[in-house]
């Protein structure tokens, strides 16, 4: 029964959220969500988990399906988003001051391709209100949901001092997070997608593991590692980067963030808008850069899939491509609480 309705109230809610601009249905979602987590109306979206645990980095996820960061940048909905059965959440991407982000409309929905592209910029409160957010947060973890915390750097900041935000975002967020991500590939921050080159992305991982060895002292706790790369990426950038992140000891890669690309998506309403493209135009290129991480890295190394994932079966063939876990998104957009559910349970049974 329960299943049933959390399908019903998105079906009849969609059409709403659809009808109003995009970046005003997210905050009035969002609004929501956080309002009415940890409450008895929580069971208008809540679902039971799928049971699937498995050990990656050191730590036991409950299932294999996560939410991808830049859906809560503030850590607000952390509980109310993991009572949709999610077994992991990613909050973020958080820089160490607040910002504002890229001037609006910066988010445009494309219904005929499942997508959407955004230019947000890191929009964000900043460290001090994120870490308080994530402190705030009880249930999901309770539950043994793991928690990412996604770190980016400000817009301001000279890509030449990019570490320093990195570090500092690091310093705040590790006692709080189950892993850290390192977003360099969002291509809405200038020069921002430069730290996948070979030379910037060895600065950065080195000067981030370690710091991480410090911070493990202190605080007598390895939190893993991960970057998050983007589709947009030639087989040597992927080679370099593999080559990169088993060097400098990070523990895992999320493969990938939006893509620039428009092939997909040419002569559909709002293509050709600047920002990064998700949904189903980017799931093949997701896949086929998931295929060669794994060539290049070996059948162990933890890859978190992601994108265009609007079915189970979809995030099954994540997993054939060589994912370790996916995330999802846009999909939960398009298709509502459901799908958390209909990937958990395809993949659960695809073992």
Known sequence: MRSIM?????????????????ERAHDLTLATIARLQNTRAQHLWQQRR??????????????????????DKNGRCIDGLGAMGFGFIEVGTVTPRAQPGNPKPRIFRLPQ??????????NNDGLDAFVSNVQRAR???????????????????????AADDYLRCLDGVYPHADYVTVNISSPNTKNLRSLQSDEALEALLSALNARREALARKHERVVPIFLKIAPDLDDAQIEVIAATLLKNGIDGVIATNTTLSRDAVKGLPHAEEAGGLSGAPVFEASNAVIRKLRGALGDDYPIIGVGGILSGQQARAKIDAGATLVQIYTGLIYRGPGLVREVAQALATAR
């Open 6 to 22: 959390t399908l019903v109230p998105y079906a009849l809610t969609r059409p709403f959220l659809f009808g109003l601009d995009a």
């Open 113 to 122: 391709g499942d997508a959407l592209i955004n230019r947000l910029g890191f």
């Open 50 to 71: 799928i049971s699937d645990p498995i050990k990656v980095a050191g730590l036991t996820f409950p299932n294999r399906v996560g939410l991808a960061a830049g859906l």
């Open 139 to 161: 249930s999901f973890r309770d539950a043994g949901g793991i928690l990412g915390l996604n770190i980016g750097k400000n817009a301001a900041t000279p890509i030449e001092q």
